[in-house]
């Protein structure tokens, strides 16, 4: 089988854990040459390594690039090693849950604008002058939360949904220069940090994270790996500005009366976790629904 991304250069940020992780390895699979970027302390070094180890081209990166010098530089080093750049992956962000709108951390707000929104739309900036050469690609790591909202961290959906909006307008925007771009929407995703026993969350509660699922399961890193693998490749050639997404049925669902017992009963999950590039701290809860208030 022929490789699909064969000599394509592409940076993936957040890519040393998780969805990234997958995407580094996929697109290595496929022959790009990996940029990979990551906060001081992520593993990207290790993700890059393997690939290099397996006989692929990557390159690692440690930088905040929600910093404006810092964005500039990370895409500045990779037209530098390789000569060009292809692919964008904006799979950089954080996930801060810990309470309603009116008790939710003000610092807690300001980090996830800072790692969701503004590091995409500086990568997105200083990354289109090249991809505008090369008719290339951008991808966004978006979120059924921005469709669908998200109780008790409300900061997060809303950063999703800024992402859907903005994949779509840097779409229309940019076809004229020949440059797609297009939005990943995954729902719950089964990483290390979700299951098994390193994992934050307790092990009588891991199961009950896919039961209200249409599928009865969460997605793997692999899954949405694959997904981006084509949305990059000329196998997509004629999709741009779409927002695909991948939760197992969670939004289709919503709303329908006809709802199966097992999914009805399902219980409702809070989460009270930081999910960032460094990995996720805090800790998973069912309640039951709250009561409205006043």
């Given at each position: 089988?022929?490789?699909r991304?064969k000599?394509?250069?592409?940076?993936?940020?957040?890519?040393?854990?998780?969805i990234?992780?997958a995407i580094?390895?996929?697109?290595?699979?496929?022959?790009a040459k990996l940029?990979?970027?990551?906060?001081p302390?992520?593993?990207?070094e290790?993700?890059?390594?393997?690939?290099?180890?397996h006989?692929g081209?990557?390159?690692?990166?440690l930088?905040?690039?929600s910093?404006?010098?810092?964005?500039?530089?990370?895409?500045?080093?990779?037209?530098?090693?390789?000569?060009r750049?292809?692919?964008?992956?904006?799979?950089?962000?954080v996930?801060?849950?810990?309470?309603?709108?009116?008790?939710?951390?003000?610092?807690?707000f300001?980090?996830?604008?800072?790692?969701n929104?503004?590091?995409?739309?500086?990568?997105?900036?200083?990354?289109l002058p090249?991809?505008?050469?090369?008719?290339?690609?951008?991808?966004?790591?978006?979120?059924?939360?921005?469709f669908?909202g998200?109780?008790?961290?409300t900061?997060?959906?809303?950063?999703?949904?800024?992402l859907?909006?903005f994949?779509?307008g840097?779409?229309?925007?940019?076809?004229?220069?020949?440059v797609?771009?297009?939005?990943?929407?995954?729902g719950?995703?089964d990483?290390?940090?979700?299951?098994?026993?390193?994992s934050?969350?307790?092990?009588?509660?891991?199961?009950?994270?896919g039961?209200?699922?249409?599928?009865?399961?969460?997605?793997?890193?692999?899954?949405?790996?694959?997904?981006?693998?084509?949305?990059v490749s000329e196998?997509?050639?004629y999709?741009?500005?779409?927002?695909?997404?991948?939760?197992g049925?969670?939004?289709?669902?919503?709303?329908l009366?006809?709802?199966?017992?097992?999914?009805r009963?399902?219980p409702?999950?809070?989460?009270?976790l930081h999910?960032s590039?460094?990995?996720?701290?805090?800790?998973?809860?069912?309640?039951?629904?709250?009561?409205?208030?006043?």
């Open positions: 089988m022929p490789m991304l000599d394509k250069i592409a940076i993936v940020t957040g890519g040393g854990t998780g990234g992780e580094c390895h996929k697109f290595a699979h496929e022959g940029f990979i970027a990551g906060l302390g992520d593993p990207v290790d993700v890059a390594a393997a690939i290099v180890g006989g081209s990557a390159v690692s990166y930088g905040d690039l910093g404006t010098d810092e964005a500039a530089a990370c895409v500045a080093l990779a037209v530098e090693t390789y000569g750049l292809d692919i964008l992956i904006n799979n950089a962000g996930f801060i849950a810990n309470a309603e709108t009116d008790a939710y951390r003000i610092e807690d300001d980090r996830t604008y800072k790692n929104i503004r590091t995409a739309f500086l990568m997105t900036k200083f990354a090249h991809l505008q050469k090369t008719r290339g690609n951008i991808v966004f790591t978006g979120s059924e939360a921005g669908n998200s109780p008790n961290f900061p997060y959906g809303g950063s999703k949904g800024f859907h909006a994949a779509k840097v779409a229309l925007e940019q076809a004229a220069y020949g797609r771009a297009n939005c990943v929407c995954p719950a995703i990483t290390a940090w979700t299951r098994g026993a390193d934050p969350i307790p092990l009588t509660a891991q199961e009950g994270i039961m209200g699922i249409p599928l009865g399961r969460r997605g793997t890193p692999e899954e949405m790996a694959n997904i981006f693998a084509f949305l196998e997509a050639s999709v741009t500005g779409a927002l695909w997404l991948a939760d049925g969670v939004t289709p669902a919503k709303g009366t006809n709802v199966p017992p097992s999914l009963e399902a409702v999950g809070t989460l009270d999910h590039h460094d990995g996720l701290r805090g800790k998973f809860v069912f309640r039951a629904p709250s009561t409205p208030k006043g």
